[in-house]
Protein backbone atom coordinates (compact mmCIF):
# COMPACT_ATOMS: atom_id res chain seq x y z
CA UNK A 1 0.00 0.00 0.00
CA UNK A 2 2.65 2.35 1.15
CA UNK A 3 4.30 1.69 -2.71
CA UNK A 4 1.27 2.70 -4.34
CA UNK A 5 0.32 5.70 -2.41
CA UNK A 6 4.69 6.69 -3.08
CA UNK A 7 3.55 5.98 -6.69
CA UNK A 8 0.67 8.41 -6.97
CA UNK A 9 2.63 11.22 -5.29
CA UNK A 10 5.46 10.49 -7.88
CA UNK A 11 2.91 10.78 -10.35
CA UNK A 12 1.55 14.48 -9.26
CA UNK A 13 4.72 15.92 -8.59
CA UNK A 14 6.17 14.89 -12.03
CA UNK A 15 2.99 16.01 -13.65
CA UNK A 16 2.88 19.50 -11.51
CA UNK A 17 6.60 20.08 -12.40
CA UNK A 18 5.80 19.31 -16.03
CA UNK A 19 2.79 21.56 -16.17
CA UNK A 20 4.37 24.59 -14.07
CA UNK A 21 7.93 23.78 -14.41
CA UNK A 22 10.24 26.01 -16.50
CA UNK A 23 10.26 23.86 -19.92
CA UNK A 24 12.21 26.75 -21.72
CA UNK A 25 14.59 29.17 -20.55
CA UNK A 26 15.97 31.98 -22.47
CA UNK A 27 19.21 33.73 -21.83
CA UNK A 28 19.39 37.54 -21.16
CA UNK A 29 21.79 39.93 -20.16
CA UNK A 30 23.63 39.98 -16.69
CA UNK A 31 23.63 36.17 -17.13
CA UNK A 32 19.96 35.47 -15.90
CA UNK A 33 17.46 33.45 -17.49
CA UNK A 34 14.07 33.51 -18.45
CA UNK A 35 11.89 30.63 -17.40
CA UNK A 36 8.94 30.02 -19.14
CA UNK A 37 6.38 27.22 -18.11
CA UNK A 38 3.94 25.43 -20.11
CA UNK A 39 1.16 27.31 -18.61
CA UNK A 40 2.46 30.90 -19.46
CA UNK A 41 3.49 29.39 -23.04
CA UNK A 42 -0.23 28.49 -23.48
CA UNK A 43 -1.74 31.41 -21.32
CA UNK A 44 -0.01 35.24 -22.28
CA UNK A 45 0.07 34.11 -26.41
CA UNK A 46 -3.70 33.24 -25.81
CA UNK A 47 -3.76 36.55 -24.46
CA UNK A 48 -2.20 38.42 -26.92
CA UNK A 49 -4.19 36.03 -29.56
CA UNK A 50 -6.99 36.92 -28.13
CA UNK A 51 -6.67 41.01 -27.59
CA UNK A 52 -5.92 40.92 -30.79
CA UNK A 53 -8.49 38.92 -32.45
CA UNK A 54 -11.15 41.57 -30.27
CA UNK A 55 -9.51 44.68 -31.37
CA UNK A 56 -8.44 45.53 -27.66
CA UNK A 57 -11.47 44.77 -26.22
CA UNK A 58 -10.24 45.55 -22.84
CA UNK A 59 -9.57 49.09 -24.02
CA UNK A 60 -11.56 49.51 -26.96
CA UNK A 61 -14.91 48.41 -25.06
CA UNK A 62 -13.90 49.70 -21.14
CA UNK A 63 -16.88 52.31 -21.27
CA UNK A 64 -19.36 49.21 -22.60
CA UNK A 65 -17.97 46.82 -19.72
CA UNK A 66 -19.14 49.76 -17.43
CA UNK A 67 -22.22 50.21 -18.92
CA UNK A 68 -23.49 46.51 -18.71
CA UNK A 69 -22.33 46.55 -15.39
CA UNK A 70 -24.52 49.48 -14.11
CA UNK A 71 -27.53 49.21 -16.60
CA UNK A 72 -30.71 47.68 -14.88
CA UNK A 73 -31.70 44.81 -16.57
CA UNK A 74 -34.77 43.75 -17.97
CA UNK A 75 -37.55 42.02 -15.61
CA UNK A 76 -37.22 39.09 -17.45
CA UNK A 77 -33.73 39.11 -16.94
CA UNK A 78 -32.94 40.47 -12.96
CA UNK A 79 -32.70 37.13 -11.67
CA UNK A 80 -34.77 34.63 -9.07
CA UNK A 81 -33.14 33.14 -6.98
CA UNK A 82 -35.72 31.09 -5.66
CA UNK A 83 -35.67 29.36 -8.96
CA UNK A 84 -31.94 29.12 -9.50
CA UNK A 85 -31.88 32.14 -11.87
CA UNK A 86 -29.31 34.69 -11.58
CA UNK A 87 -28.50 38.02 -13.25
CA UNK A 88 -25.41 38.67 -14.86
CA UNK A 89 -24.31 40.59 -11.84
CA UNK A 90 -24.66 37.58 -9.51
CA UNK A 91 -22.87 35.59 -11.72
CA UNK A 92 -20.17 38.21 -11.68
CA UNK A 93 -20.49 37.91 -7.69
CA UNK A 94 -19.73 33.93 -7.90
CA UNK A 95 -16.67 34.36 -10.35
CA UNK A 96 -15.33 37.14 -8.02
CA UNK A 97 -15.64 35.07 -5.15
CA UNK A 98 -13.52 32.61 -6.09
CA UNK A 99 -10.88 34.59 -8.18
CA UNK A 100 -10.51 36.82 -5.58
CA UNK A 101 -8.78 34.48 -2.46
CA UNK A 102 -5.23 34.11 -1.73
CA UNK A 103 -3.67 34.68 -4.90
CA UNK A 104 -4.94 38.48 -3.98
CA UNK A 105 -3.14 38.45 -0.44
CA UNK A 106 -0.21 35.95 -0.58
CA UNK A 107 0.20 35.47 -3.96
CA UNK A 108 1.25 39.53 -4.57
CA UNK A 109 2.83 39.05 -1.68
CA UNK A 110 4.65 36.42 -3.31
CA UNK A 111 5.46 38.37 -6.49
CA UNK A 112 7.18 41.23 -4.94
CA UNK A 113 9.32 39.32 -2.66
CA UNK A 114 10.14 37.71 -5.75
CA UNK A 115 10.32 40.07 -8.22
CA UNK A 116 10.23 43.53 -6.33
CA UNK A 117 7.64 46.10 -7.37
CA UNK A 118 8.29 45.95 -10.95
CA UNK A 119 6.28 43.02 -10.80
CA UNK A 120 3.02 44.62 -10.29
CA UNK A 121 3.59 45.98 -13.28
CA UNK A 122 3.53 42.91 -15.25
CA UNK A 123 0.24 41.63 -13.55
CA UNK A 124 -1.39 44.43 -14.77
CA UNK A 125 -0.25 43.58 -18.20
CA UNK A 126 -1.19 40.07 -17.50
CA UNK A 127 -4.77 41.22 -16.70
CA UNK A 128 -4.95 43.27 -19.47
CA UNK A 129 -4.85 40.46 -22.08
CA UNK A 130 -6.08 37.86 -19.93
CA UNK A 131 -9.57 40.26 -19.82
CA UNK A 132 -10.08 39.38 -23.53
CA UNK A 133 -9.65 35.85 -22.96
CA UNK A 134 -11.98 35.73 -20.31
CA UNK A 135 -14.48 37.45 -22.78
CA UNK A 136 -14.32 34.85 -25.41
CA UNK A 137 -14.41 31.73 -22.21
CA UNK A 138 -17.79 33.45 -21.25
CA UNK A 139 -19.50 34.45 -23.84
CA UNK A 140 -18.66 31.07 -25.58
CA UNK A 141 -20.07 29.63 -22.36
CA UNK A 142 -23.63 31.58 -22.75
CA UNK A 143 -23.62 30.43 -26.41
CA UNK A 144 -23.26 26.71 -25.24
CA UNK A 145 -25.59 26.83 -21.93
CA UNK A 146 -28.20 24.52 -21.30
CA UNK A 147 -31.28 24.60 -18.94
CA UNK A 148 -30.59 23.24 -15.37
CA UNK A 149 -33.37 20.68 -14.09
CA UNK A 150 -32.11 20.42 -10.76
CA UNK A 151 -31.34 23.69 -9.45
CA UNK A 152 -33.07 25.51 -11.94
CA UNK A 153 -31.57 28.26 -14.28
CA UNK A 154 -29.26 27.68 -16.63
CA UNK A 155 -25.85 25.57 -16.64
CA UNK A 156 -22.73 25.27 -18.62
CA UNK A 157 -19.17 25.85 -18.83
CA UNK A 158 -15.98 24.58 -20.40
CA UNK A 159 -17.68 20.89 -20.42
CA UNK A 160 -20.53 21.54 -21.94
CA UNK A 161 -18.82 24.03 -24.74
CA UNK A 162 -16.08 21.29 -25.69
CA UNK A 163 -18.74 18.53 -25.87
CA UNK A 164 -20.78 20.77 -28.58
CA UNK A 165 -17.73 21.39 -30.72
CA UNK A 166 -16.78 17.70 -30.71
CA UNK A 167 -20.74 16.80 -31.91
CA UNK A 168 -20.96 19.63 -34.07
CA UNK A 169 -23.66 21.04 -32.23
CA UNK A 170 -24.71 24.73 -33.09
CA UNK A 171 -24.85 27.68 -30.47
CA UNK A 172 -28.30 27.36 -28.38
CA UNK A 173 -29.14 24.43 -30.21
CA UNK A 174 -29.09 21.65 -27.04
CA UNK A 175 -30.27 24.60 -24.46
CA UNK A 176 -33.83 22.65 -23.60
CA UNK A 177 -32.13 19.38 -23.53
CA UNK A 178 -30.45 17.62 -20.31
CA UNK A 179 -27.10 15.97 -20.20
CA UNK A 180 -26.30 13.99 -23.30
CA UNK A 181 -25.86 10.36 -23.07
CA UNK A 182 -23.05 10.26 -25.21
CA UNK A 183 -20.16 12.00 -23.88
CA UNK A 184 -16.92 13.78 -24.96
CA UNK A 185 -13.55 12.41 -24.15
CA UNK A 186 -11.88 15.60 -23.90
CA UNK A 187 -15.28 16.89 -22.08
CA UNK A 188 -15.26 14.66 -19.56
CA UNK A 189 -11.54 14.95 -18.52
CA UNK A 190 -11.81 18.99 -18.23
CA UNK A 191 -14.88 17.95 -15.58
CA UNK A 192 -13.34 15.43 -14.26
CA UNK A 193 -9.84 17.76 -13.64
CA UNK A 194 -12.00 21.21 -12.42
CA UNK A 195 -13.35 18.27 -9.84
CA UNK A 196 -9.74 17.58 -8.96
CA UNK A 197 -8.71 20.83 -8.43
CA UNK A 198 -11.36 22.78 -6.76
CA UNK A 199 -11.21 19.72 -3.88
CA UNK A 200 -7.64 20.79 -3.94
CA UNK A 201 -8.44 24.34 -3.26
CA UNK A 202 -10.57 23.24 -0.35
CA UNK A 203 -7.85 22.06 1.64
CA UNK A 204 -5.22 24.78 0.88
CA UNK A 205 -8.37 27.14 1.93
CA UNK A 206 -8.84 25.35 5.47
CA UNK A 207 -5.07 25.30 6.08
CA UNK A 208 -4.99 29.19 5.14
CA UNK A 209 -7.68 30.06 7.78
CA UNK A 210 -6.85 28.42 10.67
CA UNK A 211 -3.20 29.13 10.42
CA UNK A 212 -4.59 33.16 9.91
CA UNK A 213 -6.71 32.72 12.93
CA UNK A 214 -4.25 30.62 15.32
CA UNK A 215 -1.53 33.50 14.69
CA UNK A 216 -4.34 36.12 14.92
CA UNK A 217 -6.59 35.34 17.56
CA UNK A 218 -4.92 31.88 19.06
CA UNK A 219 -7.81 29.89 17.94
CA UNK A 220 -6.30 26.40 17.83
CA UNK A 221 -6.65 24.67 14.45
CA UNK A 222 -9.47 22.04 15.15
CA UNK A 223 -11.54 24.59 16.54
CA UNK A 224 -11.67 27.12 13.83
CA UNK A 225 -11.75 24.39 11.37
CA UNK A 226 -15.12 22.89 12.96
CA UNK A 227 -16.82 26.02 13.05
CA UNK A 228 -15.71 26.68 9.12
CA UNK A 229 -17.10 23.22 7.83
CA UNK A 230 -20.17 23.88 9.75
CA UNK A 231 -21.05 27.03 8.23
CA UNK A 232 -20.22 25.96 5.29
CA UNK A 233 -22.08 22.79 5.18
CA UNK A 234 -25.23 24.82 6.26
CA UNK A 235 -25.11 27.08 3.05
CA UNK A 236 -23.69 24.65 0.54
CA UNK A 237 -25.94 21.86 1.22
CA UNK A 238 -29.04 23.85 0.58
CA UNK A 239 -30.46 24.04 -2.64
CA UNK A 240 -29.53 27.78 -3.87
CA UNK A 241 -28.10 29.32 -0.67
CA UNK A 242 -24.40 30.07 -2.42
CA UNK A 243 -25.96 32.66 -4.61
CA UNK A 244 -27.48 34.32 -2.06
CA UNK A 245 -24.58 34.26 0.25
CA UNK A 246 -22.30 35.50 -2.01
CA UNK A 247 -24.43 38.34 -2.83
CA UNK A 248 -23.56 39.75 0.54
CA UNK A 249 -20.31 38.55 1.65
CA UNK A 250 -17.85 39.23 -1.80
CA UNK A 251 -19.28 42.94 -1.95
CA UNK A 252 -18.98 43.53 1.62
CA UNK A 253 -15.32 42.32 2.04
CA UNK A 254 -14.35 43.75 -1.38
CA UNK A 255 -15.40 47.03 -0.26
CA UNK A 256 -13.91 46.94 3.26
CA UNK A 257 -10.34 45.83 1.90
CA UNK A 258 -10.44 48.52 -1.06
CA UNK A 259 -11.65 51.33 1.46
CA UNK A 260 -8.45 50.44 3.78
CA UNK A 261 -6.31 50.56 0.72
CA UNK A 262 -7.99 54.06 -0.42
CA UNK A 263 -6.91 55.21 3.43
CA UNK A 264 -3.27 53.79 3.64
CA UNK A 265 -2.96 55.70 0.38
CA UNK A 266 -4.56 58.94 1.42
CA UNK A 267 -2.26 59.22 4.32
CA UNK A 268 0.66 58.59 2.31
CA UNK A 269 -0.30 60.84 0.24
CA UNK A 270 3.61 62.39 -0.46
CA UNK A 271 4.56 58.62 -0.57
CA UNK A 272 2.91 57.65 -3.80
CA UNK A 273 4.77 58.96 -6.51
CA UNK A 274 7.75 57.06 -5.21
CA UNK A 275 5.50 54.16 -5.28
CA UNK A 276 4.64 54.27 -8.87
CA UNK A 277 8.38 55.52 -9.70
CA UNK A 278 9.65 52.26 -8.22
CA UNK A 279 7.11 49.99 -10.07
CA UNK A 280 7.87 51.35 -13.81
CA UNK A 281 11.39 51.47 -13.08
CA UNK A 282 11.83 48.13 -11.67
CA UNK A 283 9.57 47.21 -14.38
CA UNK A 284 11.96 48.31 -17.41
CA UNK A 285 15.02 49.40 -15.41
CA UNK A 286 18.41 48.71 -16.69
CA UNK A 287 19.98 47.59 -13.52
CA UNK A 288 16.97 45.03 -13.35
CA UNK A 289 18.78 43.48 -16.44
CA UNK A 290 22.18 43.81 -15.69
CA UNK A 291 22.26 42.43 -12.41
CA UNK A 292 19.92 39.28 -14.09
CA UNK A 293 16.71 40.42 -12.27
CA UNK A 294 14.96 41.08 -14.78
CA UNK A 295 13.62 37.77 -15.49
CA UNK A 296 12.48 37.25 -12.10
CA UNK A 297 10.50 40.67 -12.40
CA UNK A 298 8.59 39.45 -15.20
CA UNK A 299 7.84 35.81 -13.89
CA UNK A 300 6.78 36.97 -10.77
CA UNK A 301 4.39 39.43 -11.93
CA UNK A 302 2.96 37.40 -14.98
CA UNK A 303 2.61 34.39 -13.05
CA UNK A 304 1.35 36.19 -9.96
CA UNK A 305 -1.38 37.56 -12.64
CA UNK A 306 -2.28 34.33 -14.08
CA UNK A 307 -2.95 32.63 -10.63
CA UNK A 308 -5.00 35.30 -9.20
CA UNK A 309 -7.90 36.19 -12.37
CA UNK A 310 -7.73 32.42 -13.83
CA UNK A 311 -8.22 33.81 -17.43
CA UNK A 312 -8.68 30.55 -20.01
CA UNK A 313 -8.69 28.38 -17.08
CA UNK A 314 -12.21 27.55 -17.47
CA UNK A 315 -13.44 28.32 -14.49
CA UNK A 316 -15.13 31.32 -13.88
CA UNK A 317 -17.55 30.22 -17.84
CA UNK A 318 -19.23 27.48 -15.48
CA UNK A 319 -20.49 31.24 -13.50
CA UNK A 320 -21.33 33.11 -16.63
CA UNK A 321 -23.39 30.21 -18.44
CA UNK A 322 -25.77 30.11 -15.39
CA UNK A 323 -26.42 34.09 -16.21
CA UNK A 324 -30.05 35.07 -17.68
CA UNK A 325 -29.29 37.85 -20.11
CA UNK A 326 -30.21 38.79 -23.76
CA UNK A 327 -26.93 38.79 -25.14
CA UNK A 328 -24.06 36.48 -24.63
CA UNK A 329 -22.09 39.83 -25.39
CA UNK A 330 -22.65 40.65 -21.98
CA UNK A 331 -21.84 37.87 -19.74
CA UNK A 332 -18.61 38.27 -21.71
CA UNK A 333 -18.26 41.81 -21.06
CA UNK A 334 -18.88 41.17 -17.09
CA UNK A 335 -15.96 38.50 -16.88
CA UNK A 336 -13.68 40.77 -18.52
CA UNK A 337 -14.43 43.42 -16.11
CA UNK A 338 -13.88 41.06 -13.43
CA UNK A 339 -10.62 40.02 -14.02
CA UNK A 340 -9.97 44.12 -13.71
CA UNK A 341 -11.49 43.94 -10.58
CA UNK A 342 -9.55 41.11 -9.08
CA UNK A 343 -6.48 41.87 -10.67
CA UNK A 344 -6.08 45.94 -11.06
CA UNK A 345 -8.37 46.85 -8.45
CA UNK A 346 -7.95 44.31 -5.69
CA UNK A 347 -4.53 42.67 -6.22
CA UNK A 348 -3.01 46.62 -6.45
CA UNK A 349 -4.75 47.06 -3.01
CA UNK A 350 -2.29 44.62 -1.62
CA UNK A 351 0.36 45.77 -3.84
CA UNK A 352 -0.14 49.34 -2.29
CA UNK A 353 -0.61 48.53 1.21
CA UNK A 354 3.11 46.40 1.07
CA UNK A 355 4.82 49.25 -1.00
CA UNK A 356 3.85 51.88 1.32
CA UNK A 357 5.32 50.28 4.54
CA UNK A 358 9.09 50.58 4.98
CA UNK A 359 11.37 48.34 3.65
CA UNK A 360 13.33 47.55 6.85
CA UNK A 361 10.03 46.68 8.32
CA UNK A 362 9.52 43.67 6.13
CA UNK A 363 12.68 42.29 4.31
CA UNK A 364 13.38 39.70 6.61
CA UNK A 365 9.35 38.48 6.56
CA UNK A 366 7.90 35.34 3.96
CA UNK A 367 4.16 34.88 2.99
CA UNK A 368 1.63 36.02 5.11
CA UNK A 369 4.03 37.51 7.96
CA UNK A 370 4.54 40.49 5.23
CA UNK A 371 0.78 41.41 4.96
CA UNK A 372 0.35 41.27 8.47
CA UNK A 373 3.04 43.26 9.72
CA UNK A 374 2.09 45.85 7.05
CA UNK A 375 -1.11 45.92 8.20
CA UNK A 376 0.38 46.37 11.72
CA UNK A 377 2.54 49.43 10.33
CA UNK A 378 -0.79 51.17 8.79
CA UNK A 379 -3.28 50.43 11.79
CA UNK A 380 -1.72 49.08 14.88
CA UNK A 381 -3.33 45.75 16.31
CA UNK A 382 -6.23 46.29 14.49
CA UNK A 383 -4.43 45.38 11.41
CA UNK A 384 -3.76 42.27 11.85
CA UNK A 385 -7.13 41.21 13.23
CA UNK A 386 -8.80 42.82 9.96
CA UNK A 387 -6.35 40.80 7.72
CA UNK A 388 -7.36 38.05 9.51
CA UNK A 389 -11.09 38.11 9.18
CA UNK A 390 -10.66 39.41 5.09
CA UNK A 391 -8.03 36.16 4.81
CA UNK A 392 -11.27 34.21 6.18
CA UNK A 393 -13.62 35.83 4.06
CA UNK A 394 -11.79 35.65 0.62
CA UNK A 395 -11.11 32.18 1.51
CA UNK A 396 -14.73 31.62 2.01
CA UNK A 397 -16.57 32.74 -0.82
CA UNK A 398 -13.70 31.34 -3.20
CA UNK A 399 -14.96 27.86 -1.30
CA UNK A 400 -18.64 28.75 -1.80
CA UNK A 401 -17.30 29.58 -5.14
CA UNK A 402 -15.84 26.28 -6.74
CA UNK A 403 -18.65 24.23 -5.34
CA UNK A 404 -21.03 26.62 -7.50
CA UNK A 405 -18.73 25.75 -10.07
CA UNK A 406 -18.60 22.19 -9.49
CA UNK A 407 -22.25 21.92 -9.76
CA UNK A 408 -22.24 21.89 -13.85
CA UNK A 409 -19.25 19.77 -13.70
CA UNK A 410 -20.66 17.04 -11.69
CA UNK A 411 -23.84 16.81 -13.70
CA UNK A 412 -21.94 16.37 -17.04
CA UNK A 413 -20.14 13.11 -15.43
CA UNK A 414 -22.88 11.71 -13.39
CA UNK A 415 -25.86 12.50 -14.88
CA UNK A 416 -28.49 14.85 -13.30
CA UNK A 417 -29.15 13.89 -9.66
CA UNK A 418 -28.87 14.47 -6.22
CA UNK A 419 -26.79 12.14 -4.89
CA UNK A 420 -23.78 12.63 -6.95
CA UNK A 421 -24.32 16.51 -6.08
CA UNK A 422 -24.09 15.88 -2.26
CA UNK A 423 -21.64 13.48 -2.78
CA UNK A 424 -18.98 15.95 -4.28
CA UNK A 425 -20.13 18.68 -1.67
CA UNK A 426 -19.49 16.33 1.19
CA UNK A 427 -15.95 15.31 -0.23
CA UNK A 428 -15.41 18.83 -0.48
CA UNK A 429 -15.67 19.80 3.44
CA UNK A 430 -14.30 17.00 4.26
CA UNK A 431 -11.08 18.41 2.34
CA UNK A 432 -11.56 21.49 3.93
CA UNK A 433 -11.74 19.93 7.48
CA UNK A 434 -8.51 17.94 6.68
CA UNK A 435 -6.57 21.04 5.59
CA UNK A 436 -7.69 22.86 8.42
CA UNK A 437 -5.92 20.98 10.81
CA UNK A 438 -2.45 19.77 8.67
CA UNK A 439 -0.78 20.97 5.33
CA UNK A 440 -0.51 18.17 2.71
CA UNK A 441 1.42 19.35 0.05
CA UNK A 442 0.56 16.52 -2.45
CA UNK A 443 -3.11 18.13 -2.33
CA UNK A 444 -1.70 20.96 -3.17
CA UNK A 445 -0.19 19.84 -6.02
CA UNK A 446 -3.05 18.36 -7.18
CA UNK A 447 -4.86 21.44 -7.22
CA UNK A 448 -2.49 22.50 -9.55
CA UNK A 449 -2.28 19.66 -11.76
CA UNK A 450 -6.16 19.89 -11.98
CA UNK A 451 -6.14 23.59 -13.42
CA UNK A 452 -3.55 23.05 -15.24
CA UNK A 453 -5.52 20.30 -17.01
CA UNK A 454 -8.23 22.11 -16.82
CA UNK A 455 -6.32 25.04 -18.80
CA UNK A 456 -4.92 22.70 -21.53
CA UNK A 457 -8.31 20.94 -22.50
CA UNK A 458 -10.21 24.24 -22.01
CA UNK A 459 -7.89 26.59 -24.65
CA UNK A 460 -7.73 23.02 -27.13
CA UNK A 461 -11.24 24.19 -28.29
CA UNK A 462 -11.10 27.80 -27.33
CA UNK A 463 -9.40 28.45 -30.25
CA UNK A 464 -11.64 27.29 -33.00
CA UNK A 465 -14.79 27.83 -31.45
CA UNK A 466 -13.77 31.44 -30.75
CA UNK A 467 -14.92 32.45 -34.21
CA UNK A 468 -18.37 32.28 -32.87
CA UNK A 469 -17.78 34.75 -29.87
CA UNK A 470 -16.24 37.08 -32.72
CA UNK A 471 -19.48 36.59 -34.78
CA UNK A 472 -21.84 37.38 -31.30
CA UNK A 473 -19.47 40.28 -30.71
CA UNK A 474 -19.98 41.71 -34.14
CA UNK A 475 -23.98 41.19 -33.61
CA UNK A 476 -23.47 42.81 -30.01
CA UNK A 477 -21.88 45.89 -31.30
CA UNK A 478 -24.32 46.47 -34.35
CA UNK A 479 -26.78 46.65 -32.17
CA UNK A 480 -25.76 48.95 -30.20
CA UNK A 481 -24.81 50.92 -33.16
CA UNK A 482 -28.95 50.65 -34.47
CA UNK A 483 -29.94 51.22 -30.92
Known sequence: MNSLLNGIVFV???????????????????????GLSPMVLLLIPAGIYYTLRTKFLPIRMFREMISVLIEKPDSKMQGDLSKGKLSGIQTLIVSTATRVGMGNLVGVVAAISGGGAGAVFWMWITALIGSSTAFIEATLAQLHKRKDPL???????????????FFKNKPGEKLEEGIP??????????????????????????????SAFENAFSIKPLISSILLVLIAAVIVLRKNATARVLDVIVPVMAGLYFAMTVFVILTHLPAL????ERIFSEAFGLRQIVSG????????????????NEAGSGSAPCAAAAADTD?????????????????IVLCSCTAFIMLLTPEGMIKDLQGMDIL????????????????????WLFSFSTFLGILFY???????????NWGSQTAYKVFALIMLFVGGLAQYTVVWDLGDVGIGLMTIFNLLVMYPLSKEALSSLKDFEEKRKTA
Open 372 to 391: QMAMNYHFGAFGKIFIAVIL
Open 151 to 165: YGGFRGGPAYYIHDF
Open 12 to 34: IEKMTALLWGDLLRIPLPGGSTL
Open 293 to 308: GFAAVLMNGVKGGLFS
Open 327 to 343: HPVKMGLFQAIGVFIDT
Open 181 to 210: KKKSIIAVLFALSGLICWAGISQVIGNSVS
Open 273 to 276: PRVF
Open 406 to 416: ARSNVSYIFGD
